[in-house]
């Protein structure tokens, strides 16, 4: 476990999904990395019957024994990291908290290493019809855990794998300012030891943009 | 690139599990208690039967928090009984990186005399300790929360504990005897782990006389 | 008797240790060949192991526990606890009578040493040297060391030899085995990789990059070395080895770049301590 960075691979209309995956692989390949295998995220959302409070349910395959929880009651997230078997609980819950299977994200695809790197090109599907949303990279650094100590470093390498499509600054998440419960300076999260959490965190961000592009084009037509 | 190394979701995979009956996922619990002043010679007996030989007994000292959860948008949901949740956690700072502990207790099936244990659904499920925060944020009410010291044994599957309960604030002991639970958690359909149990409860007796109790008759309403 | 139990035991171990090789192999391995061959192992060590359980007969007189059976006596329940005591004590003595005659065995066979050692049993006169500095003089000289980033902490496992553990400004840890003040061995590791465990410190980094470091920490080591000054030796090593806080922010100076074959620059110049790349550096 180390740094990781997601980048959304912005997608123009002369190429499809699988061929810009296909197209990055044989770079990857090119630069000696070897394929392990494939990766899997995914994200379910149960939702509140009396208010606002969702629950996102998220699990990767990288922690194939943790289930990753965002509760989100609009003002605050409080995430909780917990055995498989969580999964069975919110199963009971049921009518309290209900699934809401047409907003269930994954993001999978294959997975590469490259030295002490990881790179995952994950395409997004969304809800059990599985459109596709768009193409998200993940890279992670493994030996470090401070984000600001070797962001230079992933910029680079990313630079050399993404071209003109690779970030220049370190993304969002990493420089919001965190309320710190044991001082009142709040913190950043980019001076901070990084956890597995905050790979799901980021996951989620996107894949709640996914889900408000969405639903912003059911609503469209109606307007 | 064949479709046998794509991971499988966690979910589909855990259900399939669930379905093979490989979860345990079922509580065996029998209950008694001691008096204080004989639970030297109760220790004595199960440090000779139980496995953990060289380091028994045990020690343990816990929190435990109970939270029950209603469906409050349904009027017929309020009288059914609500979905109970307990938190549990080490109170020795040697086990702080230690993960807490959510628990979810299904309702106890007595069974007819035949049966030697009382048996419950469970889930034991290890956590973060923003468990609580979340639980709270999730509409779960604290229903009563009180601290546990005792000594653990082990004799095979089966877990012995015998533990005396505290009020939490004041350390305040909430009665003159130990609570003796002799319990083992196990997959569905593994009804033969119960009998013995009931052997093992019979090499305690006299000194302590382990029974499936009904907490709903014990109830104050 | 003796020899049946001790081979039935050794059956068990090899068995073990298969099934373990077992799991490594299914971690690490691409093609099912490999795999197939340890299971073919585990089947063999299975048939020994039952062989030499069938060679096994009960005893037919009971063990005479010589003395300690009159503990069978004991009513007082506080002084039950002395028979557990004794066989700990037992199993103790038993594993250091053992350890030691391997250990003899081992350091005459070795003639490449760094320091002097003598098993004859005559008294001679102890020479001094860097490895025979006593241990508080060894604390005091590493409480006096302060270099920026660097949390310095000490363990002694084996008696008197200190473990020197590092913490450099959350980017990794090392540890440096220390024999009076000369330096026998570094580790390097991750800063999210264990070093509590003893046996922590003879297995490698699982990132290429620290494997890099402590290869480069090693032959610091003995450019440092320096029979006569041991304690310049140690400080300039730990000063020098102070310079990794930058691992993964400074770029080589050689080609200005971060990366190469996807590493950060692993070595540092033992003068001027500038990170370079293995490859740059001329």
Redesign the interface.
Known sequence: ??VTILVPYPLDNKKTGPEVVEELSKRLLA?QATQT????V?G?VFE????K?K?HVM?N?EY?AS?F?I?D?GQKQ????????????ML??N???ASRKQLKI?S?G?RFE????LVKLGSVTMSQSQTFKGLLIEVDY?????PI??W??IR??LQ?FLGQYSPTTIPVYFTNSVPNPHHPVPYQKSND?YQPIDTVQQYLEHFNNYRKQTIALMMGPNK | MTSENQPIAAMDSLLQASKVNIIPNQEYLLQGSILDVQVQRLLHRLKGLCDNVETAPEQFHDYEACFSLRNIADEQAIHTAPLLLRVRRSNDPADSHMPWQLRYVGNPELGDTKRPTLVRSCFDISCSPSIMEFLTEMGCRLEFEYTVRGYLFRKGRMKITVSKIFRPMNQEPLSGSYLVELSLLAPVGADAVAEDMRVFAEKLKPLVILEKIDHRRIAPN | MDVQINAALNGIKNLRASVSNIFETAITAEGTFLLEESIACVTQNFKETETCINNLNAPSVPFTLGNTSYLNYETDLEKQNMYNELVNGYKWYEKTHQYSAIASTLLQHNSLKRSYFSSSNKRRRLLTGAHTVPPKHVDHLISTFNVNNMQLKIYRPFATNAFLHINLSRVLKAAIILRGLMIEWVTVKGFNESLDNVDDHWSESRYEVFRRVQKAAHSAMLHFYSPTFAELAIRSFITWFGSYSTLFSEPCKMCGKHLLNALPPTHRDVRSLDPTHEECRK
């Open positions: 476990m180390g630069m295998g494939h990766f899997l995914d379910d509140s019957s009396f208010n409070t629950i699990h395959s194939p289930v929880s509760l009651n409080i995430p909780l990291i917990t055995d498989l078997i969580f999964d069975l609980l009971k819950v009518p309290i908290y994954e999978k294959p490259l030295g002490d790197f493994r030996p470090c855990l401070i100590i070797c230079e470093l680079e390498f050399g030891t």
